[in-house]
């Protein structure tokens, strides 16, 4: 089966500019996740949306990160304006957990350098 | 909530030999699931192993078996027969099996496989 495809897979803009990451997840899949991975650490969730609705936005920095899930399939993730601390790995990936092989798939990611 | 403790930042290993990763995790939930996945340069994430918190027995995929102490909470993976291709970031993760639950993070080892 195709894997969850995200674009762009790198990104450099000037702080204050906005910018939108894509992803297409696994066909069927329902849960959507977006993750920020600051280099060398691990990553934390942004948001999880379940078909086209948000279930957990907690970590979400909302005055400057909109995320949407159209039709319960592809996700945007926007930042606007952006920070320098912004500058991370962007990952989506998406799973049906069910049956019995639970687990997340995910995406190559986006590399966002914010300067 | 959750939380899911890496606490070695990093490992290095020789080729052919064995190495552990250690992994606690804390959650007041009975049924859940635990994960390691790798993270290799390229950036994808892919699944190495999975534990059901309601099976006794650990898990094993080929070289890579699990110690999974419920009560202890403890999750650690063991490489045997270490590759160069190891190399890479390995996670700890963990998910309960509720709805909409979401898949939280340790922050990561990074396991170098010399030659």
């Known amino acids: 089966e195709a894997g969850v495809a995200q674009s762009p897979r790198y990104k450099i803009i000037e702080k204050r500019q906005s910018v939108a990451f894509w992803c297409n997840p696994i066909?069927?899949?329902?849960?959507l996740y977006w993750y920020q991975q600051i280099l060398g650490q691990g990553p934390k969730l942004l948001i999880q949306f379940q078909n086209n609705g948000v279930v957990d936005d907690s970590q979400l920095p909302k005055d400057r990160f909109s995320a949407e899930r159209l039709k319960g399939v592809d996700s945007t993730l926007k930042i606007q304006p952006a920070k320098l601390e912004d500058s991370a790995v962007y990952l989506c990936a998406s799973s049906s957990w069910e049956g019995l092989n639970t687990e997340a798939f995910f995406g190559q990611g986006t590399r966002l350098t914010v300067v | 909530a959750q939380t899911v403790t890496q606490s070695q930042p990093e490992m290095s290993v020789q080729e052919a030999e064995t190495v552990t990763l250690s992994c606690t995790y804390d959650?007041?939930?009975?049924?859940?699931?635990l994960f390691w996945y790798k993270q290799p340069p390229s950036r994808q994430m892919i699944l190495v192993i999975r534990q059901e918190a309601y099976k006794q027995q650990n898990a094993t995929e080929n070289r890579f078996s699990v110690n999974f102490q419920k009560a202890a909470k403890s999750f650690s993976l063991k490489i045997s027969d270490s590759q160069l291709g190891d190399t890479a970031m390995y996670f700890c993760a963990f998910m309960y099996t509720g709805a909409n639950s979401k898949l939280t993070f340790g922050k990561g080892i990074t396991l170098s496989v010399r030659p």
């Open positions: 959650t007041s939930e009975s049924n859940y699931y």
């Open positions: 066909s069927g899949h329902a849960t």
